[in-house]
């Protein structure tokens, strides 16, 4: 799995490329935990390319929405795959993280 | 009679060619040309092992009576395969099939799966099968072997005749076999392959009256006839329990293995940096548990279903506190979120993960376990579900690509009996060019050499002896292309350079190789009782590309796991004018071999090269051309033209 990320005007953008599973999960976690400590308190979490998440990935995710709410801001979660998708209405987490379309939509409101 | 002649001549054979290769062992070897030496008496000593193997099997020449009266209520389905073969010709020797005077049911095995075929089928009343819905895209589908199999699971007659698509059968060619099934052990009888389209002259070989005749009767005489895929009528009972025995003894392999592998993979998991979690670690402390366990329970020798089905259980119980603690701390995290009271968690508050969640987010396809690839593929592979094949019981071997041979060999290995019944029953249609015929030999060999690497028959348990000896006969008999080379290769080095790999042409040679080659010919004289047996001497040797390509893919093909390159008989003729390219090593041979004459005479007429070994040699190279001759016919062969020259049934 390959993380990386962009600071955009009012959000920073963070793109999680390939499965997000139990051996990449800690690695989400350390790696949003530096954006936020380097200053962004808004994450898009782009899954445009994350194919598979499993309940690691899934508790990864909800731990760096605690991280951001924690720091004052919020995280979200854009493009997300049918696997993905089905993973985050069985387990009801889709009433927590929306999921928005792009990555710039998830903040244009707010 | 017959028998007590060649056995004579055996005897014969054997001490001359004893005598004369032990003289060119222990004193004949030119050391200081070892180079050639040494390959050439190689080279001898092997064909010297092939023709005492095929006196072994003459040795026993079985000349049956006919069989018994058949028991009248023996089912029978009658299978004909077909891949891409022409709708007319799969349809024609449907029909005779149908025609056969004993009770049975005729089956068309479409591998193609061609809707004209099915509807032929319908309206002639033939059933017609193709592959299940098991034979996905991802699954080996084992060719002949495949088809074979797919149809064994949907019909349920007591015996099977397997046709080819052009072999038209005779109407009695159930009543003629059948009555050989009286005896239990019986578990094949297989009839003669006859092609109705080849002349007299036979320029591609395509007929085999040693092997249909001499050589099958001799392999009778040792209860190790051959199978050879057409022709022949099989007892299911059997065919069943080779697949049976074949799916217990492959899954317990499996089992072995994957066992073996789960300890470096969890090991390797562990060393893994990835790997931090205390959680995961516990996950595989239990794997590791349960494979243990599971390898002292296969030990033990209990059911392979059982242990597996535990290994499963006991994993997926791990896997699922994994995932539980996942969610537990998710929702602690959720908890905390929502007692921050800085953002909305939901509109009814922090939603609760369902159990039954919590178990779909534990399965196979979703678990984190997938995230340790290695290791969830040993878990994967522990398993009695034969998931790597389309049906788990393949009563056809499926590890050669002459499934045939294979299959024989492990009847054979279990206790069954089989018989070669010496009278053409079916008729059918060879290759009509060299092209072909070249794909039908190299398909052949490569088939028998997989075996013979795969199932090597000199250490299978269960074979007698004589049966092993019949097996690695025939697979010895592949090996010649490498000794062909040395033949021709010691005539050129002579005529050119003047080296002999004998220290000298004496008395001492000829009283003991001509006696030899004597006997060795009047050994196939006796044997073959007339039959000509020269237009397959010469291809044996003039082949021998064919066959040194058919060992080093085979080779390829076991150890390497690399693909044979292998394509289906075509039937029909290969358009295209001569293709001499096909026999282009032969060509660069011949040319050699006659300038190497040449030179051979001109350094005799210069005085510097001795008669008697000149001549020799020009009389060894004079013998390879003539051999390899046939290729020359069998380049501009333009095909079969039955108005030119009639078919003479009788002969065999």
């Known amino acids: ?110 | 009679m017959t028998r007590f002649w060649t056995q004579v001549v055996v005897v014969l054979t054997v001490l001359t060619g004893l005598n004369y290769i032990a003289w060119r062992w222990m004193a004949s070897l030119n050391w200081e040309a070892w180079w050639i030496a040494l390959p050439l008496v190689v080279a001898e000593t092997y064909s010297l092992i092939d023709v005492m193997l095929f006196g072994m099997t003459v040795w026993k020449l079985k000349i049956r009576k006919g069989a018994p009266q058949p028991p009248h209520d023996a089912t029978v389905d009658v299978f004909i395969t077909t891949y891409n073969e022409d709708l007319d010709m799969v349809l024609t020797t449907a029909l005779a099939a149908q025609r056969i005077r004993h009770p049975h049911s005729t089956w068309i095995l479409d591998d193609g799966a061609r809707p004209e075929l099915k509807a032929l089928c319908e309206q002639h009343g033939l059933g017609y099968v193709t592959r299940s819905g098991d034979w996905t895209k991802d699954l080996p589908r084992h060719a002949k072997a495949g088809n074979l199999n797919n149809a064994l699971m949907v019909t349920h007659g007591e015996f099977l005749l397997i046709l080819d698509a052009d072999q038209i059968p005779e109407p009695d060619i159930l009543e003629k076999t059948l009555g050989y099934f009286n005896n239990r052990r019986v578990a094949l009888v297989q009839t003669p392959q006859y092609f109705s389209n080849v002349p007299a002259s036979d320029p591609l070989g395509s007929q085999a009256p040693l092997f249909y005749g001499p050589i099958q009767q001799g392999k009778d005489g040792w209860n190790a006839a051959f199978f050879c895929g057409s022709n022949a009528i099989l007892r299911r009972e059997a065919l069943m329990q080779l697949g049976l025995v074949g799916y217990v003894k492959e899954t317990e392999k499996s089992i072995r293995r994957a066992l073996a592998a789960s300890r470096a993979a969890i090991k390797q998991a562990r060393k893994s940096a990835d790997v931090e979690s205390p959680l995961v670690a516990g996950v595989l402390d239990e794997v590791e548990a349960a494979t243990r366990e599971a390898q002292e329970e296969v030990d033990a020798g209990r059911p392979l279903s059982e242990v597996t089905y535990r290994v499963r259980r006991r994993v997926d119980a791990a896997v699922q506190t994994l995932v539980e603690a996942d969610i537990a701390a998710l929702q602690a995290d959720l908890e905390e979120i929502a007692a921050m009271e800085l953002a909305h968690v939901g509109e009814a508050g922090v939603p609760v993960v369902a159990d039954d969640a919590v178990r779909r987010m534990s399965a196979r396809d979703w678990s984190p376990l997938g995230a340790l690839e290695s290791v969830q593929a040993v878990l994967d592979a522990l398993t009695v579900e034969r998931s790597n094949e389309a049906q788990p019981v393949m009563p056809l071997a499926t590890i050669s690509v002459t499934e045939d041979m294979a299959t024989a060999m492990r009847m054979h290995a279990m206790g069954w009996e089989s018989v070669y019944h010496h009278e053409i029953l079916a008729y059918g249609l060879a290759p009509e060019d060299l092209k072909t015929m070249l794909t039908q030999r190299l398909r052949w060999a490569q088939g028998t050499i997989q075996v013979l690497l795969r199932e090597n028959p000199l250490v299978q348990k269960g074979l007698k002896m004589g049966q092993r000896l019949m097996y690695f006969a025939t697979m010895w008999t592949y090996l010649s292309g490498f000794a062909a080379v040395i033949y021709f290769a010691a005539p050129i080095i002579y005529l050119l350079l003047g080296i002999l790999p004998v220290s000298s042409l004496s008395w001492d040679f000829f009283v003991r190789f001509i006696p030899f080659m004597v006997v060795n010919q009047l050994l196939f004289a006796v044997a073959g009782r007339g039959i000509p047996t020269w237009r397959g001497q010469q291809y044996s040797l003039a082949l021998f590309p064919t066959w040194i390509k058919a060992c080093t893919t085979a080779a390829r093909n076991v150890w390497f796991g690399r693909p044979l390159g292998f394509a289906v008989t075509p039937k029909a003729r290969q358009s295209g004018g001569p293709s001499w390219s096909l026999i282009r090593p032969q060509i660069v041979v011949s040319i050699l071999l006659a300038v190497a004459a040449v030179v051979g005479i001109i350094r005799l007429v210069t005085g510097l090269a001795e008669p008697l070994g000149t001549l020799v040699n020009v009389a060894w190279v004079v013998f390879d051309l003539v051999v390899m001759s046939i290729l020359v016919r069998a380049v501009l062969y333009k095909g079969y033209e039955p108005a030119a020259e009639p078919v003479n049934r009788e002969e065999s």
Request: hydrophobic share 45%; with cysteine.
């Open chain 1, 1 to 110: 799995m390959e993380f990386s990320y962009e600071v955009k005007d009012s959000y920073a953008e963070v793109k999680a490329d390939g499965r997000l599973n139990m051996v990449s999960a800690p690695k989400l976690r350390e790696f949003v935990t530096d954006v936020i400590a380097g200053g962004s308190n808004r994450i898009v979490v782009n899954l445009e390319n994350t194919a598979f998440m499993d309940s690691s990935g899934l508790g990864a995710l909800i731990g760096c929405l605690k991280a951001a709410r924690q720091a004052g801001g919020d995280l979200r979660i854009a493009a997300v795959q049918p696997q993905v998708n089905m993973v985050l209405k069985l387990t009801s987490m889709d009433k927590v993280l929306t999921a928005y379309p792009t990555a710039e939509e998830a903040f244009s409101n707010d």
